[in-house]
């Protein structure tokens, strides 16, 4: 096990967020047995006091949450060195078996942490709290998900070695071998880039549908998350041998270094928070219209399809400039 600051903030929030979540996931199975905002009781009463606390907390933590995905890449990231093998984040992820599940959770997590982020301000700005019974029953589901996450961080950090000689990024993101990487590496970089570019531009159409008619959210949520994914492939199979003018280097994490400007921190960011914004749009738009929130949530979901949107088209920007400004032509 190798112990540095970086590892042991992660470590260290990583159990409370799990133990945050754990109390409030048994405060939650209440809510969800005995919340009635009709009844004038004094387990509702009590009830209402919590729930306001809860969610104060748990908003915070979540945040912390969502940071923990970028503080996890730069962590892995910095400590490339101390493997034998490593170049970036990509080797020191592959050192043992459980670096990229951890990944892959916080990814995931991120995205849901994020729609209960968006539910819990939605509910909150009603005065009878019309989702709380629905942010509770997720916060069910996104709880065991932090836990196993957490779970599988504690053995990824435990299992660190610097004897251990692990791949380097241009072994794990080569075309013509097996893996996942490589097969995203294999896939034709104009088409991936194409409809990357394609799908950006259907979230924007149909962002300013939402926008001006007040419909379409779920549809919307469902491109967003095509965005995300294409967007990933096109990194990968496009987007970074532009930018590191070699078409045989196709790592999504040498994006990240200072060498290439960090430019990596900036499209992942704009895409999961346009990705999340879009999520959030899309649950607020299945869920049952409350009355206490009708003129109130129409401007909540047009501000976030609006912001994703908006992260979207930056996105789009980045990708081509670094295409557009790169000496390399495939």
Partial sequence: MILNPAIIALAVSAFIITLMLAYASFFGLRIIRHWDITSGSELQLRLERSTYLISVI???????????????????????TLFVGAMCAAGTLKVNAFGYPVLAF???????????????????RASDYPYTKIKYSLLLVLAPLVALESAMLGLYVSGLSPDVI???CGTLFSEGKQGVGSGLASFDPHASLAVFIGLVCMACALGAYAYLKGRGHVAYSVVSLAVLVSGIVAMISCISPYVYELP????????????????????YLT???????????????????AESLSTVLPAVLRGLVAWSAVM???NAGITLYLVGSSNLVM
């Avoid at 995931?108 to 509910?123: K, R």
């Avoid at 895409?271 to 219209?289: D, E, F, K, V």
Wanted: glycine share 10%; aromatic share 14%.
């Fill in 271 to 289: 895409l999961l928070i346009g990705t999340g914004s879009g999520l959030g749009a899309g649950a607020l738009g299945m869920l049952r219209p």
């Fill in 248 to 267: 045989t280097h196709h790592c999504p994490f040498c994006v990240l270094q200072a060498e290439y400007g960090y430019t990596g921190y900036v499209f």
């Fill in 58 to 80: 748990l908003s915070n933590v979540l945040v912390f949450q969502l940071a923990s995905l970028f503080l996890f890449i730069f962590t892995a990231d910095r400590m490339h």
């Fill in 106 to 124: 916080k990814a995931a997590n991120f995205l849901l942490a994020f729609v209960w982020l968006v539910i819990n301000s939605a509910d909150l």
């Fill in 312 to 314: 979207f088209a930056a």
């Fill in 166 to 168: 692990t791949s380097c």
